[in-house]
């Protein structure tokens, strides 16, 4: 029998994924284009930055402090009835600041708790979709790896779509976009059969028992924990680029920093699923964290454009394969009846280690200088990766 690894089109042409894989993915458009939206429509109607990034900031905060129980609705409720539900709530809700940017900053506080909140984990729920509908091994990786990549896309492409349509028409037409996608995103990804087929625990037999809890699974909670460390490397790119940028006197340089870096994650992403890794996904976390960690501290130490093309572009090829394996711990190191939330931890703790990264790096940049900034912030992840590697393993031989 073959070992080689199916083909990317073998994976979207099993049946009915890609009636989910798409629309997920214009729902994921819409949550990378609100944030630009937002800032550039407040900015604009109350001439603040500040309270700009104040509602930016507690949208972001309420998304994150969410995540896990909006995942757990999920696996209870199914993805019909919550997706949809979320989605009208997401949209309504960005629709109200578009419409009332010069309201009180607690009226534009409480809407942005709201518009977090609310926000529907189109990510995690596609990464149980293909869980569901391909088997273990090389084609779920492969499907895992694809959902790896469209993430970056959609990150890389929603910023400057809301762009465009804010210098060409209006921020509020960036802000209605996103409310568009969000509201088609879900309609067509819970209309997908794969989807209605997610009808939660609680449609099941009654007497089944819940499933586990995933932090109570075994492994699975240093397994969360070291995933704030591809987090923290993406807060720090994204200040990173532009304050080394300034340092270089070249603006654009920002910018092409930040589409390396995307660029070079999608591609491992895809260069991931095309190999079969032996080692356990334990130890790959700890080898490719430390890979990556080690690539952003040798860069900020030897400093200068050149040095940054080259670290940006190494450390993007070594994301992707990290969040990929993150995904796969989720998959099989959980009970199948609680996966959208365990999808959803490992999403919060990318999101908190992003939020980290940029406050310390922006912290240290003014002191230390970007460079060295750059090399410091590294520090905290590796003691993350220090703290968790000895559990990490453990857990991998226990299941040796």
């Known amino acids: 029998m073959s070992t080689e690894p199916p083909s990317y089109r073998a994976v979207l042409r099993t049946e009915h994924i890609a009636r989910a894989f798409l629309p997920s993915i214009i729902g994921r458009l819409s949550l990378s284009t609100s944030g630009l939206a937002l800032v550039l ?5 109350t001439g603040s930055f500040a309270i700009a990034g104040a509602v930016t900031a507690t949208l972001g905060i309420a998304n994150v402090v969410v995540t896990p129980w909006r995942a757990r609705l999920i696996d209870r409720r199914g993805q019909a009835l919550v997706l949809t539900s979320l989605g009208l709530l997401h949209a309504s809700s960005l629709v109200a600041l578009g419409l009332a940017p010069h ?7 409480c809407l942005s708790v709201i518009a977090g909140a609310s926000s529907p984990p189109f990510a995690a729920s596609m990464r149980v979709l293909w869980s569901a509908a391909l088997p273990p091994g090389g084609l779920r990786v492969r499907g895992l790896s694809l959902d790896a990549v469209a993430g970056e896309v959609t990150f890389a492409v929603g910023p400057l779509v809301a762009a465009l349509l804010a210098v060409i028409i209006d921020p509020l037409a960036a802000l209605l976009l996103s409310a568009g996608c969000v509201l088609a995103g879900a309609a ?10 997610q009808r939660g625990s609680r449609a099941v037999e009654r007497a089944e028992p819940v499933g586990l809890s995933p932090l109570r699974s075994r492994g699975f909670p240093p397994m969360v924990l070291a995933m704030v460390v591809p987090g923290l490397v993406l807060g720090i790119v994204e200040i990173a680029a532009p304050a080394l940028a ?4 070249n603006t654009v340089l920002a910018g ?3 589409a390396l870096f995307a660029g070079a994650s999608a591609v491992s992403g895809l260069l991931y699923g095309r190999v079969h890794v032996r080692p356990a996904v334990e130890r790959q976390l700890i080898v490719l964290s430390l890979a990556l960690l080690a690539v952003l501290a040798v860069t900020g130490l030897v400093g200068g454009s050149i040095a940054a093309l080259i670290g940006f572009t190494l450390g993007g090829l070594c994301l992707a394969p990290v969040l990929i394996v993150g995904y796969l711990a989720a998959d099989s190191r959980t009970d199948p009846r609680v996966r959208t939330e365990a999808n959803g931890w490992i999403d919060t703790a990318v999101n908190l280690g992003a939020a980290l990264g940029a406050a310390v790096f922006g912290a240290l ?5 970007p460079g060295h900034a750059l090399a410091i912030s590294t520090i905290i992840g590796v003691v993350v990766i220090a703290l968790c590697a000895p559990f990490l393993l453990r ?3 226990t299941r040796s």
């Open 41 to 45: 429509l407040l900015e604009r109607a």
């Open 395 to 397: 857990s991998r031989n």
């Open 246 to 249: 300034v340092t270089e006197s």
């Open 365 to 369: 940049a003014d002191t230390a200088g």
């Open 103 to 109: 309201a009180g900053l607690p009226i534009l506080l």
């Open 188 to 197: 067509l990804f819970v209309s997908s059969p794969l989807s209605r087929r």
């Open 256 to 258: 092409v920093l930040l």
